[in-house]
């Protein structure tokens, strides 16, 4: 099957900024004044290369300036690429800022028609479709009310809608589930589902990970312009985290070389090895509800070390923190000698509901768990993020009975 996206060797580079010539008087003496002038180009893009295939939602993800919305704004056709070459085999619907693509002093109406045609959709397709776009946005009183006086949260109501009725082929959607009410943002994900279902193609940049989960099984991971990683979403996610690891937790003192695996670390001490065990101490992955889980950890000690814990932190696969505890604040001493350790970690009754989970193992000086200094990075030791998951399975009593997080354990009299 031949991709309906495919990027070869896309670079977007941006020249230094404006000629003094093309500025007002005054612009141009404060750029003179203020040695604002941009000298070197900037690359926004650097040699990325990739394909999407018909039916795919592929996931774009990085930190804020590595480029995503310059990605899709190439896919779009809004610029184009200084090198390389970007080959799109459908018609395209894009959501990428709030607002873009209205003309302010035009209705909610004269807009619809506006991006329609656009798109490339006849006046009639369009006049077959207002009312739906209408009912969907849920903007039929301000319908035709200039987009000049509409919030954030309606333009992007008004924008989706546009985007998902105007027969896209490949969809490209950039955060637009941070602005809008719950409701609104349940209401979109239904519809990018049923587009999928259909057949669609979507690109999708978000930093909620929750929804990158549920829709994309594929991921992108942009940094500093160029593409890092190409893969399953969960390897994506990991990807970005270990890069954010890299960047911003490596404190003076911790060379950037400590840093691997969704790990890093000063490494006075090493976690060796984690196990996930049952309540009698045989390694497991599924569990069902209420079961005993034990987590075992070995660590080693390289140097003399003071006072210290160890810390487990459980999340579920949208990043929602369930449970941290350590040994400290619990009132646990662990062995600090030099040598090889064990230490066991029991949580009994997992009333956790069907899903997937994941742990997070630190080991640290304890003055991280009791005062949490501002250089707190010099006092890890070692801290494995997200290194292990177990899943809790569905069964009939577990269906029976409620939904959310956890059974509390809740009893009716």
Known sequence: ?????????????????????????????????????????????????????????????????????????????????????????????????????????????????????????????????????????????????????????????LGFSVAIHCLPEVLLLD?????????FQKKCIRAIEAFLQDGGTILYVSHDFRSVRMLCPRALVLSDSELIFEGETEGAISKY?????????????IPTETVYRNRFGNFDARILNVRILDGQGSSKREFDIGDTLQVEVDYRVERPIGESTLGLITRDTGGNLLHSCSTVLMGTEIPTTIGEHRVRFGLSQMNLRVGLYDITVALSSSIVSTHFP????????????????????PSQMEAKRCDGFADIGVHWA
């Open 1 to 157: 099957m031949r991709p309906i996206v495919e990027c070869t060797n896309v670079t977007k580079s941006y020249a230094p900024r404006e000629h003094l010539s093309n500025l007002s008087g005054w612009q141009a003496w404060c750029r003179l004044r203020m040695g604002t002038r941009r000298r070197e180009p900037f690359d926004a893009l650097k040699n990325v290369s990739f394909s999407v295939h018909p039916g795919e939602a592929v996931a774009v993800i990085g930190e804020n300036g590595s480029g995503k919305t310059t990605l899709l704004k190439l896919i779009a056709g809004i610029s184009e690429p200084s090198a390389g070459s970007i080959a799109v085999g459908g018609r395209v619907g894009s959501l990428l800022e709030v607002g873009a693509g209205f003309h302010p002093e035009m209705t909610g109406r004269e807009n619809i028609f506006l991006s329609g045609a656009i798109l490339g959709m006849t006046r009639k397709q369009l006049e077959e479709r207002v009312e739906q776009i209408a009912q969907f946005s849920e903007l039929d009183e301000f319908l035709d009310v200039p987009v000049k006086f509409y919030s954030s949260g309606m333009f992007v109501r």
């Open 175 to 183: 955060e637009i589930l941070a602005v809008g009410d719950e409701h």
């Open 241 to 253: 985290h270990h890069r954010l690891w890299q960047k911003h937790h490596v404190g003076p003192g």
């Open 374 to 393: 501002h250089d707190w990075r010099k006092y890890i030791y070692d801290i494995w993020y997200r290194m292990d998951t177990f899943q809790i399975l």
